[in-house]
Nanobody, 125 residues
Framework: QVQLAESGGGLVQAGGALRLSCAAS????????MAWFRQAPGKEREFAAA????????YYSDSVKGRFTISRDSAKNTVYLQMNSLKPEDTAVYSC??????????????????WGQGTQVTVSS
């Protein structure tokens, strides 16, 4: 059972930056594909970014591509989401997710087995 804990959310002005962290309890971190999803008030949860466990290949939604960067530090069992050029429409609860499938990924939240509790990101205009 993998436990995930996000941190780094907060309030930032439009154009600013934040870095989210997701610390995983599982020691075999490299065997998991990790992802970030977000859910804005009144909207469905949506995929933001993912990174595979084996090759570290990254994937992004069109809405964050070029502004967000997902990365992982296997020594620290931590995945990061660097968010730059933030917009008010990026306001959401951001959650990290994991699945033990090192070479695959999905933009569907139902594919992932483990979830963190989420961290609020608010971007003011």
């Amino acid at each position: 059972q993998v436990q995930l804990a996000e941190s780094g959310g907060g309030l930032v002005q439009a154009g600013g930056a934040l870095r989210l962290s997701c610390a995983a309890s599982e020691g075999t971190f490299g065997g998991y594909t990790m992802a970030w999803f977000r859910q804005a008030p009144g909207k469905e949860r949506e995929f933001a970014a993912a990174i595979t466990g084996s090759s570290g290949r990254t994937y992004y939604s069109d809405s964050v591509k070029g502004r967000f960067t997902i990365s992982r530090d296997s020594a620290k069992n931590t995945v990061y989401l660097q968010m730059n050029s933030l917009k008010p429409e990026d306001t959401a609860v951001y959650s990290c997710a994991a699945r033990q499938a090192p070479q695959a990924m999905s933009v569907s939240s139902g594919w992932y087995d483990f979830w963190g509790q989420g961290t609020q990101v608010t971007v003011s205009s």
